[in-house]
């Protein structure tokens, strides 16, 4: 998959350039209208993830010029700015998703997937890993091939953890993924624990591995390593 | 009391004061003319006779049948001099007041001193001031009337940019960043409450820009940092960690989502207070609230929360969306937090009002004190304490009643819809 990060900020993008490198997408880094408007009449991306705020121009101004170009791209919105009109303005004009800044690395990973997928229409619904197969067209999934009942949460968790397998997902980190925004600091943790052990009991039921490793003080880990 | 009304309220008095005064002059004027002229021809007519008699005209044909009294008096007198004499006295016949004017007139003719008295009747006083106050009276009544029915009126026309100028102040909104541009108009004390109406919303509006970009700056700042913040927390997670330092970035991450979630809670209080949400679009709370229920009654079953939720359905309201959520949202999730092993929740919206009450410990400090910004009942609950501010101020905004009463060992908090 060949990315491109429209972000002003240097250290965040290379940040997010570090992330996807590691799962094998092609990143590249813009950190100008200009810069990126270059980019993208010259090259062909997959996903581009597009700060609101740059130097030299609106976000929402270069998301129209990407429309009006026929540019086929995914396109994930990253804003620091949670304003409602931003949103709603940034899906209207044409973004597939919107991100808020502070987000999780994992969490925009994720969501850079789920819009990959959707645009795709050639079938890579398909999400598997060893005898675990997630079908995220109809939310499906199997394990040895039997489906297995999922609480629509435990299905959001393991996807959430197929998506970024071998990465410490943090505990606030899978609660933000979960709840969203606002759950104002439930006890999350707790919860993020109880369904994660309804998860594991119910794919272990199913003869599937517990892939999924606590990381001590951290969070939790799909360890594809594991046997 | 309208503008109108005071108006005419002291035109009225102003009137009533100046009558007064008035009638009481014309009082004594009309009286004073009246004895005057009396006064007078009875004088006249008293020389006339001393000159009858100088000529020596016999009594009879002096007097003429008139009520005339001549009688010779003995003393000197000095001639030419006259005295007033008024009485009123009881007059059977009529079965009345009557009031009697006299003028004595002294002479000397031929040496022989004379006084000659006549007397008329003339109009009594009261019957003056009764006439007089009862004129004035109609005059009165006559002048308010007009007075009150003019001034209507008038006022209608002549406050005509004033009422509009009401209407757009009333119809203002610093959402839309309109300014107001009240007209120039022909009144001097209009156009001067014009005029400085339209500097106060130019300044508010560009006030209110400054601080909405500040706001917004400061958000975009802070979140920046805390987005590198994290990021980089994320990718240090990645690398060979010993125990100890895996807990200590733990406790770093910990750390950065409170300060991410105080942050944005603040910058939503923000704009909370800009009303960056009105809207006059009914949506529907009944569905809201279902969905809220539906969500947190997994979280409750995982405390092992009794939960109990009787939603009526078409209740319509005209709330901004994303207010309904975090309302509700906050609402609920403080019911799961203060609760206690083994407690209850119960919701219940209706057309009136929601009220969510749960079981819980009683509070630590007044339960009005916990609407205030970061005041928390508990300060070791993982909450940021924002929770109830936002809710009250999301209440203050649609105007919503909102009130907290710890009963019974129930927290119970209820709002009122307008």
Redesign the interface.
């Known amino acids: 998959m060949k990315v491109l990060i429209i972000e002003d ?1 240097e ?2 993008a290379s ?2 350039q ?2 996807l490198t ?1 799962e094998g997408y092609i990143c590249e880094l813009s950190s100008t209208c200009q810069e990126a408007r270059e980019k993208l009449v010259l090259y062909d991306y997959d996903c581009i993830v597009l700060d609101i ?1 740059l130097p030299d121009g609106n976000g929402l101004q270069l998301l129209k010029f990407i429309r009006e170009s026929r540019i086929q791209s995914s396109i994930l919105i990253s804003s ?5 009109d931003d949103k709603i303005e940034g899906l209207e004009g044409g973004a597939d998703d919107y991100i ?7 969490e925009m990973h994720a969501r850079l997937r789920a819009i990959y997928r959707r645009k795709k229409l050639n079938g890579d619904q398909l999400i598997s890993f060893n005898e675990i197969s997630l079908d995220t067209d109809k939310m499906e999934t199997q394990v040895n091939g039997s489906v297995l009942e999922l ?1 629509r ?1 435990e299905y959001d968790l393991l996807l959430y953890f197929m998506v970024n397998k071998n ?2 997902l ?1 505990r ?2 899978i609660a933000n993924h979960l709840w969203g ?7 999350n943790f ?2 993020v624990y ?1 369904h994660l052990k309804n998860l594991r009991k119910k794919i272990a039921a199913a003869g599937g591995t517990d892939y999924i490793d606590t ?5 939790y880990k799909f360890n594809t390593a594991k046997k | 009391m309208k503008l109108i009304n005071k108006f005419t309220l002291w035109y009225i008095s102003i009137t009533l004061f100046v009558m007064l005064i008035g009638g009481t002059i014309a009082y004594y004027r009309v009286k004073k003319e009246i004895d005057e002229g009396e006064i007078e021809r009875l004088k006249v007519l008293n020389g006339k006779t001393a000159e009858q008699i100088r000529l020596g005209v016999a009594t009879e044909l002096q007097t003429n049948g008139r009520p005339i009294e001549i009688v010779r008096i003995d003393s000197n007198v000095v001639s030419n001099t006259c005295e007033v004499v008024e009485n009123s006295f009881y007059n059977p016949n009529i079965n009345h007041k009557e009031c009697r004017l006299t003028v004595n007139s002294y002479y000397t003719i031929d040496g022989q001193s004379y006084r000659i008295s006549s007397y008329n009747y003339v109009t009594k006083t009261s019957q003056i001031l009764r006439g007089l106050i009862s004129s004035f009276l109609l005059i009165l009544l006559l002048l308010a009337v007009l007075i009150a029915i003019s001034a209507r009126l008038v006022s209608n026309r002549i406050l005509q940019p004033f009422h509009s100028a009401l209407q757009k102040i009333h119809q203002f909104s610093l959402k839309d960043r309109k300014p107001m541009n009240l007209p120039p108009v022909r009144t001097r004390e209009f156009n001067e409450l014009n005029g400085f109406v339209n500097k106060m919303t130019d300044k508010m509006l560009e006030d209110y820009t400054a601080l909405k970009e500040f706001s ?1 700056n400061a ?2 700042e802070l ?2 940092p ?7 927390l ?2 240090l ?2 690398t060979e ?1 010993s ?1 100890d330092q ?5 406790s770093i ?2 750390g ?3 300060l ?2 105080i942050n ?2 603040l ?1 939503l209080l923000n ?1 909370l207070e800009n009303h960056e ?1 009105e809207t006059s679009v009914h949506i529907p709370f009944c569905r809201a609230t279902r969905e809220a229920a539906a969500t947190f009654s ?2 409750m079953d ?2 092992a929360l009794e939960f109990e939720s009787h939603v009526e359905g078409k209740v319509h309201l005209p709330v901004h969306p ?1 207010l309904a ?2 309302l509700l ?2 609402l609920l ?1 403080n019911a ?2 203060h609760n206690i092993p083994g407690g209850k929740v119960v919701l219940s919206l209706s057309r009136q009002g929601l009220t969510i009450k749960n079981t819980g410990e009683p509070p630590e400090v007044p339960t009005e004190q916990l609407f205030q910004r970061f005041k928390k009942g508990n300060q070791s609950s ?3 304490g924002v ?1 109830l501010a936002i809710v009250k101020q999301i209440c203050d905004l649609n105007s919503y009643r909102i009130s907290y009463v710890y009963k019974d060992s129930w927290h119970i908090m209820d709002i009122r819809f307008p």
């Open positions: 900020n250290e965040l940040s997010i570090r992330f590691r705020m620091a700015r949670n304003a409602l808020t800044k502070p987000f999780h690395l994992a609480t949460k990465r410490v943090s606030q980190s925004d606002y759950t104002d600091s439930l006890d707790d919860f109880q990381v001590y003080g951290l969070g | 917004e958000s975009h979140q920046t805390l987005a590198i913040m994290r990021t980089k994320d990718l997670t990645e960690l125990d895996a807990q200590m970035i733990g991450q910990e950065i989502d409170k991410s979630r944005q809670s910058i704009k949400f997994e979280l995982m405390h994303a959520d975090i949202n906050n999730s799961i937090r993982g909450s940021i929770g």
